[in-house]
């Protein structure tokens, strides 16, 4: 069974800093892994991509220069680094991972998702 564990969510002030963790069980990151995140009456929204391996990093414009994603093979997990963290960053964060494909911004272009970790900034 799949299963795509977050941690590291929780309630900071705005210009502060939390590190998201996504632990991957029963599954072997293959293709690109992602975060998004769905704030209160809006849609999931992309956050960032990377491709497991190899390969850049992606961000959405509203994260560039203070969220960074990163990967490590050997603990099979994901993490997303924010920093200078804004009121608008408040969301629960979903971490997603694909099994294939060139596409990353769309949730569909996802088939595993875990259960989301709350992010609250405070101003």
């Known amino acids: 069974q799949v299963q795509l564990v977050e941690s590291g969510g929780g309630l900071v002030q705005a210009g502060g800093s939390l590190r998201l963790s996504c632990a991957a069980s029963?599954?072997?990151?293959?293709?690109?892994s992602g975060w998004f995140r769905q704030a209160p009456g809006k849609e999931r929204e992309f956050v960032a991509a990377?491709?497991?391996?190899?390969?850049?990093?992606y961000y959405a414009d509203s994260v560039k220069g203070r969220f960074t994603i990163s990967r490590d093979n050997a603990k099979n997990t994901v993490y997303l680094q924010m920093i200078s963290l804004k009121p608008e960053d408040t969301a629960v964060y979903y971490c997603?991972?694909?099994?294939?494909?060139?596409?990353?911004?769309?949730?569909?272009?996802?088939?595993?998702w875990g259960q989301g970790t709350q992010v609250t900034v405070s101003s």
């Open positions: 997603a991972a694909s099994s294939g494909g060139t596409h990353y911004t769309k949730t569909a272009d996802y088939d595993y």
């Open positions: 029963g599954y072997t990151f293959t293709s690109y």
């Open positions: 990377i491709r497991w391996g190899s390969g850049p990093a």
